[in-house]
């Protein structure tokens, strides 16, 4: 069958030397496979080759042992179909460094408390929506001003204006997926250009917060339900999107998906995802993909 290897580095390090690569074509060969030609997708930052072969997961392996403990991650995928045709992304310490509830409680004084849960729900120590509700509770009373202020501390990871840019460049459908809330999903949707977002509503009376949560919560079941909605209104199938998350609430969705990856995922959704990037940034989905450093978009 016919394959491709993506080695991808940091774009600020640039990790990715010539050797290495070298490396990779002769872990190739030395797995019973045929290593093509190396195609650079970007100088000292990633890298494709393609090959002929029948056990990718033995070929993994051995450019791995290869690559020894340099910064790269790497992936093994059919080479046709690569570029997908619809993207979903989880927001927060996805699209987003924060955890916009615990940003939300750090305003609040209450920091600690809440960003516990949050750590034991992202990595599928509790149920997500029965630790949503919990959080949101404590909540109970903060002015909308403190969302405002939340907002404020809202930062983009690197490339994710590109990603999407890129995408929406090359005819894909873009949709903001996420556990958090509408006040934050709507302006990172609009400073990076996504179509849509959907996420879940904070209750709200006389200006404060009520400590609810408009149901029905958005968490990992609605997040794969999306992917096949978004899909079967575009006359896709899920093996035509790319998705992208870090928590587990994102692994129904990602595993659905014809690239699913975990971006500096939590240690559960690294376990499971068939793909990942640990160590590049938001652009490695779009060389995941095959594009190359020149059709990139930067906003």
């Not at 979903?88 to 305003?107: F, G, K, N, P």
Request: hydrophobic share 45%.
């Amino acid at each position: 069958m016919h394959y491709v290897l993506t080695v991808i580095g940091d774009s600020h390090s640039r990790p990715l030397s010539a050797a290495l690569v070298d490396a990779a074509r002769r872990a190739i060969d030395n797995s019973h496979s045929t290593a093509g030609a190396a195609d650079w997708l970007a100088e000292d930052i990633a890298c494709d080759i393609e090959f002929e072969g029948s056990e990718p997961t033995i070929t993994h392996a051995l450019v791995r042992e290869a690559l020894g403990p340099s910064p790269l991650d790497l992936a093994i995928q059919p080479a046709a179909g690569r570029r997908k045709k619809l993207l979903l992304a989880d927001m927060e310490s996805t699209i987003i460094r924060e955890e916009m509830l615990d940003e939300l409680a750090e305003v609040a004084g209450i920091h600690e408390e809440v960003a516990e849960i949050t750590a034991l729900a992202m990595a599928g120590e509790l149920d997500f929506e029965a630790a949503l509700r919990e959080r949101v509770g404590l909540l109970k009373g903060m002015p909308l001003t403190a969302l405002e202020d939340a907002a404020e501390r809202m930062t983009l990871n690197p490339g994710a204006r590109a990603l999407v840019a890129t995408m929406r460049a090359h005819g894909a459908y873009c949709a903001l997926v996420s556990g958090g809330f509408t006040c934050f999903t709507s302006l990172v949707r609009e400073v990076c250009g996504f179509d849509e977002d959907r996420a879940n509503r904070l209750e709200v009376t006389d200006g404060a917060l009520t400590g609810e949560v408009t149901p029905p919560v958005l968490g990992r079941a609605a997040k794969l339900q999306t992917l096949q909605e978004l899909s079967a209104a575009r006359g896709l199938v899920p093996n035509d999107a790319c998705a992208v998350g870090d928590g587990a609430n994102d692994l129904d969705m990602l595993g659905a998906a014809g690239l699913g990856v975990a971006f500096h995922g939590k240690p559960k959704v690294r376990a499971a995802a068939h793909y990942r990037i640990d160590h590049g940034d938001l652009t490695g989905l779009l060389f995941l993909q095959g594009y190359h450093a020149d059709e990139i978009r930067e906003p």
